[in-house]
């Protein structure tokens, strides 16, 4: 067998065995499944290109998750990218607050609400339960940069969210089951 078919081979194998949880740590930090898609596909083409230079090919992930974080944060950067459908429109009142949180609703829309960086720093931490170096490496910063970032989000959904901790008991904890 070729160098450039097991090199195909092992990408394949890599692709389909990852792609689920790239895909959710993607829609996690853009909040829609098409950019969340495309996304991905961006960062598995950019993998692929840099396939025979990975030394490691346990570091795949890794490069990819970094492929991920610093393309939805170049595309953050994009004017038009603010611009996005809703599937529910923002004048609509909420009646019940401790049920949209208990349905994530609120969590989900404040996080939305937070900076990329400070999203992403999150949903690296906390969603993906990466640790704070592994956060670093993929954001492309310095450990005390996600220290920082995270400790910012963090205080900005509790404002949004408020610092009641009937309503909000685990934000520090959150874990998406995989």
């Not at 097991?6 to 689920?20: G, I, K, L, T, W």
């Not at 049920?99 to 989900?108: I, K, L, N, P």
């Amino acid at each position: 067998m070729s160098r450039l078919s097991r090199d195909r081979a092992e990408f394949a194998e890599f692709v389909a065995a990852r792609s689920p949880a790239l895909q959710r740590a993607a829609y996690l930090m853009v909040g829609d499944v098409q950019h969340a898609q495309d996304l991905v596909q961006e960062a598995l083409t950019k993998t692929y290109v840099a396939w025979p230079r990975l030394a490691d090919l346990g570091h795949a992930e890794a490069y990819t998750r970094k492929a991920i974080t610093t393309t939805a944060i170049s595309w953050f950067r994009r004017r038009s990218w603010h611009e996005r459908t809703v599937d529910r429109l923002p004048d609509r009142p909420v009646t019940d607050h401790a049920a949209a949180v208990v349905d994530h609703g609120a969590v989900w829309e404040a996080l939305l609400e937070l900076p990329v960086r400070q999203r992403t720093a999150i949903v690296l931490r906390y969603y993906e339960d990466l640790t704070e170096p592994q956060t670093a490496e993929a954001m492309g910063c310095a450990v005390g940069t996600v220290k920082s970032q995270v400790s910012s989000g963090m205080a900005k959904l509790r404002a949004l969210l408020g610092d009641d901790p009937d309503l909000l008991p685990s934000l520090d904890h959150v874990v998406v089951t995989r």
